[in-house]
C-alpha cells in the first residue's frame, strides 16, 4: 500500500525502509522539501521510496506513520492538513520527552482530538526503533501495546506489525490508553540506562 | 529479624503474614493502636505477630515496610517517628494513586528526603500484593525493580525479596529512580483492567 512517513529522524528511517522492504511504497514527509535526512534516505530507498513536504506525504498515503518527535508532532500534523488525514489511519508512534507531561492528556489523545476524522493507533512508542522494526532480535517474545478509538485501524495496524514481526500485541482499549504507554517512558529510559542498551523491551507474563 | 510493617491494608497483611511464614517477628503498625484490620491480622499471625501503633512498630523493627496508601505516607512516617527511622532500611511499597504526581518527584524520593537518615529502598510498587509475596505463581519469570541511595541496604532488602521467591531483580540506581516504577502505575492499571486480572508482572526481555 502506499504510505506516508512523516518525520526524517532515526524513527522514520527505521519504519520507512522496513515499510519498503515489506513491499509497500513509502513517501517520507518533512517540514521542508530539501531535507537533508529525508534526501539520505531517499537514496537508499530504491524505486518504492519518495520524499516531500508533510503535506505531500500525508496526501500520498493511505495509511500515515507520525514519527516526529512528540513536542512538534502537533504541529507537523497540522502542516500535513485536516483534510489530508481524513478518515486515514495515523499510526502515532511518538513520546513527548518531558516526564511532566503524564499522566495528563496523552499525545496520542490531543492528536485525535485535533484531528477527530483520523484514526490515531498509538503503538511501537514503547521500545527503540530497532526494536519496532525487528522484534525477533530479542531472545524471548515481549509485549507490544495497542490503543485507539477504531477497531478497524487497529485491527490494520496489527496486521503491519505482524508483518514487523510482532507475534505479542495487546489492545489496551481507546486512544485514553496512550497515557498507561506514554507514561512508561520514564520506566524506559531508566532501563536504558540501567541496561545500556537499547535493544530490550517487556513482556507482560500473565 | 524483628520487622515493622507500617499499613494495615491488603498490602501490609500480604507483607507480614508472608514475614511471620519466614519465621520473621512482626509488629503491625496503624493510626491508632485498636486498629480493627490489625487485630483481625494478630488472629492469623500466631505467636511470631504483634500489633502496636505506627511508632511502635517503627520502634520494634530493625527494617520496616512502608505498606501504608502512598497519599498517607509520609504522615504515617511522621508518626512513627524520625527517632524510630534512625539508620534503618524503610523498604517502601507504596504508589501514590493519582496519575498526576508522576514525572515530579517521587513518593520513595520525597520519603527520603523527609527522613535522612532512613535508608529507603523502593520496590515491589509494581506488583499487586498477591505477586509481591508470591511471585512464582506467574508461568515465567518477571522483574523486579529495586530504587535507593543504600548499596547495603539494597543488598539486604534483596536477601528477603530472593526469600519471597524473586529471581529476576533489576537494582535501577538511586532513589530517584523510584519515579520510572511510580510512574508504570497507569500502564500497571491499563494491564489489571485489560486483563481482568492483577496475577501479571512485567519481564524485561534483553
Redesign the interface.
Known sequence: MKIGVLGTGMVGHAIASKLVALGHHVMMGSRTVDNVNAATWLGTAGARGAVGTFADAAAFGELLFNCTQGASSLAALRAAGAVNLDGKIVVDVANVL???????ESLGEQLQKAFPRARVVKTLNTVNCEVMVNPSQ??????L?ISGNDGAAKAKVRELLEAFGWTDM????DIA?A???E?????W???W???G?L????????
Do not use: C, M, Q
Not at 535493544?199 to 500473565?206: G, M, S, Y
Open positions: 518531558s516526564p511532566e507531561n503524564t499522566g495528563s530479542l531472545p524471548d517474545s515481549h509485549t501495546f495487546l489492545d489496551l482499549g490508553t497515557r498507561a504507554t507514561g512508561y517512558l520514564p520506566l529510559s531508566s532501563l540506562w540501567r541496561l542498551t535493544a530490550f523491551n517487556i513482556k507482560v507474563v500473565r
